[in-house]
């Protein structure tokens, strides 16, 4: 089997990317140069050389360093458009964008300069590629319940109408436990939005059973401790709760060693919903495809198996019940066509 190809060839949802994650360093030295801000780097060589860490607190520093050439609604939509063309080429039939608002209106940004630009360029993907989306808004858990409370209210009519249509929780886990966000994530179901949260990449399973219990999400991000607690595991599999895996992120951060030893088959074995995603792809190198093609190589998947996540992709999207069936036929349409 041509792992690349079968791939690619399979309609699946992206549900774990930060979009300020997606910043390449050609675009992000592109960007300095033409708001003219000062960055400490000369070349894109030094750049790369930056994005090779192996502690999170290490990856935030430089990943929000990176941010700050982001400046206005070009910028914005340009960095947007740019992954959409990697995520239409690895066969992304739908994305679920991450973004981190306090990041930008912390350093003088307005709300509506980033959600604005991501979003014009949203809608020039589903006409130009024909790739849909939602925008979901982050708050930064090393920030106060009440920081997060004043972006929400920012973003108050970019809710109303539909455009945001989740909240986030992101950022370093450690010391800083689901809980710390219950009242802001009751107020967001309250307004309609669908919940996710960073759980379990290197905070406690016990974070990823307050993130389902205190905070009542729809869904985890990265998840992977949640496998020390065999009790949890069977309730999250139960309860159908997607997990938004990223496997390349997890060698660099989360205590993966080698690839061999990700988690993920294990994960599928005991029923739970993985998917595969990239998370921060310019910095943990590589995109969706690549994420599936690593895993897939190191853990002898089948194609079975990548029908599965395939699957999980779009069953733990928050897309509507008649465009979810849509990609689940065409998933298996393009599986049998494969032979």
């Known amino acids: 089997m041509d792992v690349r190809s079968f791939v690619r060839a399979l309609p699946k949802a992206e549900l774990h ?13 592109r960007l300095a140069r033409r ?25 935030l520093d430089i990943y929000y360093r990176g941010m700050d050439v982001l400046r206005t609604e070009e910028d914005f939509h340009d960095l947007t458009a740019a992954y959409l063309e990697r995520a239409a080429a690895d066969g992304a039939v739908h994305v679920e964008l991450f973004f981190d608002p306090q990041g930008h209106t912390g350093r003088g940004i307005p709300f509506a300069v980033a959600a604005d630009g991501i979003l014009a360029a949203l809608a020039d993907g589903r006409e130009r590629q024909g790739v849909t989306s939602l925008l979901i808004m982050c708050v930064l858990r090393h920030l106060s319940e009440e920081e997060g409370f004043a972006a929400f209210r920012e973003a108050g009519p970019y809710i109303a109408d539909g455009r945001i249509a989740g909240l986030g929780l992101d950022s370093s886990e450690k010391d800083h436990p689901p809980a710390k966000f219950e009242r802001l994530f009751a107020a967001a179901r309250e307004a309609g ?3 996710v949260a960073h759980a379990g990449e290197e905070g406690p399973a016990s974070y990823v059973a307050d993130a389902v219990d205190r905070l009542g999400v729809d869904r985890i991000d990265h998840g992977n401790r949640a496998l020390e607690d065999p009790a949890l595991v069977r309730r999250l599999a139960g309860r159908g709760i997607a997990l938004t895996v990223c496997p ?10 080698d690839m061999r030893q990700h988690p993920l088959k294990r994960m599928l074995d005991a029923g739970l919903k993985a998917t595969v995603n990239s998370d921060d792809p310019a910095y943990f190198g590589g995109y969706l495809v690549d994420n599936f093609v690593a895993v897939a190589e190191a853990l002898d998947l089948d194609r079975a198996d990548l029908v599965t996540l395939a699957r999980n992709s779009i069953e733990g999207s928050f897309l509507d019940e008649a465009a979810k069936q849509g990609h689940l036929d065409g998933i298996a349409r393009s599986a049998g066509a494969d032979g």
């Open 35 to 59: 708001n003219k801000v000062g960055i400490p780097f000369r070349t894109v060589e030094e750049i790369r050389a930056a994005y090779r860490f192996s502690e999170l607190q290490d990856f």
């Open 17 to 29: 990317l930060h979009l300020e994650g997606a910043l390449e360093p050609e675009m992000l030295m």
């Open 248 to 257: 390349l992120s997890n060698l660099r951060l989360c205590g993966v060693p």
């Open 193 to 195: 939005l669908r919940l």
